[in-house]
């Protein structure tokens, strides 16, 4: 029998960035998941404040060198890879000369949000998909964490539900306290559109901002958990009114195994 192949795709992962609640998950899952005789493969963006020499991160040539369009501009997708040798996991980051050069992830050192994060998740979405695709590799579970993740559960259910490499995967999404504060343009709806996405399937978008970013993502998801005991209890609350399956808070001695659970729950 085939081993269950998880897709991670992570706003935060340590030793690449600070620890914190998101980071340490984004670490310690997949190895837990992995050595529980699951296949996994891990993906987060390629902040410019990642030190790529010290992490030792290389181009992977072989699956750099497309273009996404996003409102009317290309935009080269650069892939990069790097190891966690204790692990023995690889997180491949996507990166991009217009997105992801910045020497700071979400919000720059004056803690202020970056004006095209909109755009910026859209990339990275859409990046993680096509790479995805590229290593001809499909995943029975995706578990996207943070709200930069948010789209993922969109385009997978309508842009690509014909697809063959995502036709039977499960979405998982965790919800953090990692809400923020700026509205993005009503243009957003327009850019993060592709084939087989309506206006009728991004209305909860109104107006685009984090809470309503998240319901798009539980709207389109088959599971949530709470990641972090903080999470916005609106979001929560939303989840589990939802009808879907809902896993809470979980300690860090706890988290894997309820995890890995939950996946084969879905997955039936």
């Given at each position: 029998?085939?081993?269950?192949?998880?897709?991670?795709?992570?706003?935060?992962?340590?030793?690449?960035?600070?620890?914190t609640e998101m980071s340490k998950i984004g670490r310690y899952l997949p190895q837990g998941i992995q050595e529980k005789g699951k296949e996994i493969r891990t993906?987060?963006?390629?902040?410019?404040?990642?030190?790529?020499?010290?992490?030792?991160?290389?181009?992977?040539?072989?699956?750099?060198?497309?273009?996404?369009?996003?409102?009317?501009?290309?935009?080269?997708?650069?892939?990069?890879?790097?190891?966690?040798?204790?692990?023995?996991?690889?997180?491949?980051?996507?990166?991009?000369?217009?997105?992801?050069?910045?020497?700071?992830?979400?919000?720059?050192?004056?803690?202020?949000?970056?004006?095209?994060?909109?755009?910026?998740?859209?990339?990275?979405?859409?990046?993680?998909?096509?790479?995805?695709?590229?290593?001809?590799?499909?995943?029975?579970?995706?578990?996207?964490?943070?709200?930069?993740?948010?789209?993922?559960?969109?385009?997978?259910?309508?842009?690509?539900?014909?697809?063959?490499?995502?036709?039977?995967?499960?979405?998982?999404?965790?919800?953090?306290?990692?809400?923020?504060?700026?509205?993005?343009?009503?243009?957003?709806?327009?850019?993060?559109?592709?084939?087989?996405?309506?206006?009728?399937?991004?209305?909860?978008?109104?107006?685009?901002?984090?809470?309503?970013?998240?319901?798009?993502?539980?709207?389109?998801?088959?599971?949530?958990?709470?990641?972090?005991?903080?999470?916005?209890?609106?979001?929560?609350?939303?989840?589990?009114?939802?009808?879907?399956?809902?896993?809470?808070?979980?300690?860090?001695?706890?988290?894997?195994?309820?995890?890995?659970?939950?996946?084969?729950?879905?997955?039936?």
């Amino acid at each position: 029998m085939d081993k269950t192949k998880v897709l991670f795709i992570s706003q935060e992962i340590t030793p690449y960035l600070p620890e914190t609640e998101m980071s340490k998950i984004g670490r310690y899952l997949p190895q837990g998941i992995q050595e529980k005789g699951k296949e996994i493969r891990t993906f987060m963006p390629r902040y410019g404040c990642i030190n790529e020499r010290r992490n030792q991160l290389h181009e992977v040539i072989r699956l750099s060198g497309m273009n996404l369009i996003i409102d009317d501009t290309d935009h080269p997708l650069i892939i990069k890879v790097a190891s966690i040798q204790a692990a023995r996991m690889q997180v491949y980051f996507i990166d991009n000369e217009d997105y992801f050069q910045r020497k700071s992830t979400l919000v720059d050192k004056e803690g202020a949000e970056h004006l095209d994060n909109d755009e910026r998740a859209i990339f990275f979405a859409r990046g993680v998909l096509e790479t995805t695709k590229k290593l001809r590799w499909a995943p029975d579970v995706i578990h996207c964490h943070g709200w930069f993740t948010g789209l993922v559960p969109l385009y997978i259910k309508k842009a690509m539900n014909e697809d063959p490499h995502f036709a039977n995967s499960k979405l998982v999404y965790s919800v953090y306290n990692d809400d923020f504060t700026t509205t993005f343009s009503d243009s957003f709806r327009d850019k993060l559109k592709l084939e087989g996405i309506e206006d009728s399937d991004i209305e909860v978008l109104n107006p685009c901002n984090f809470e309503n970013l998240s319901k798009l993502a539980i709207q389109y998801c088959d599971g949530i958990i709470q990641g972090h005991p903080d999470a916005n209890s609106e979001i929560i609350e939303y989840a589990k009114n939802s009808g879907k399956p809902v896993l809470d808070f979980q300690a860090e001695d706890t988290y894997v195994d309820a995890f890995n659970s939950f996946y084969d729950d879905l997955l039936g």
